[in-house]
């Protein structure tokens, strides 16, 4: 049976049962699979271990620089660069290009995620950063 996860990035991941054994096989790209590393692998992990708390928590609310689009009907998650203001808020700065390029996740502070039921968020929109 197989099935996909709806997860930008984080493609491809694979988990299986083979002869009663866990398997896990995360993406190539360093970025899609820290992702899936943070929402996959990390809560289950913990949920294996009997750890009941979740472990990722927002960090840094902060105001998105700019609108964002998202493919409807999957989480996308964004790398964001964080800028201070001067009154000492925060504005979310999205990185944005291929997964496969370690700059988008080199030069990210932490990433937001946009929830798989929305298309997008808009500019100035709150967001809830996870930093890295």
Do not use: W
């Amino acid at each position: 049976m197989s099935q996909g996860i709806t997860i930008k990035p984080g493609k491809p991941t694979i988990f299986a049962v083979v002869e009663g054994k866990p398997i896990l096989g995360l993406p190539g790209h360093p970025s899609s699979s820290f992702i899936i590393t943070q929402v996959i692998v990390k809560p289950l992990v913990e949920k294996i271990i009997g750890i009941r708390e979740k472990s990722i928590k927002c960090n840094i609310k902060a105001k998105l620089s700019r609108n964002l689009d998202s493919d409807k009907g999957r989480e996308e998650y964004i790398p964001v660069r964080l800028i201070e203001t001067a009154e000492k808020n925060h504005i979310a700065e999205p990185i944005v290009g291929e997964s496969a390029m370690i700059s988008t996740f080199v030069y990210a502070d932490g990433y937001i995620k946009i929830d798989a039921n929305k298309e997008g968020l808009n500019k100035e929109e709150t967001v809830d950063v996870y930093l890295y």
